[in-house]
C-alpha cells in the first residue's frame, strides 16, 4: 500500500466544462469529461476488487 490510508471520499463537481475532484490531505485534480468517466469507471473496478479481498467477518 502507498501512503496514508483515506476513509473520506473525495467531492466532484463540474464547472466550465470540466470536472474538479476535492478530496482530503489536499488532493485536487481539474479533468476532462472523458478522462472523468474513464477515472471512474477505473474507480469502480478497483473498489469492488478491494472490497471482495477484505478479510470476511464470520
Known amino acids: 500500500m502507498a501512503g496514508k490510508l483515506i476513509h473520506v471520499p473525495a ?8 470536472v474538479l475532484v476535492d478530496g482530503p490531505e489536499g488532493v485536487a485534480l ?19 476488487a478491494a472490497r ?6 464470520d
Open 52 to 57: 471482495a479481498s477484505e478479510p470476511r467477518a
Open 30 to 48: 481539474s479533468l476532462t469529461p472523458e478522462a472523468a468517466r474513464r477515472s471512474a469507471r477505473r474507480l469502480r473496478t478497483a473498489a469492488r
Open 11 to 18: 467531492r466532484a463537481e463540474a464547472a466550465e466544462g470540466m
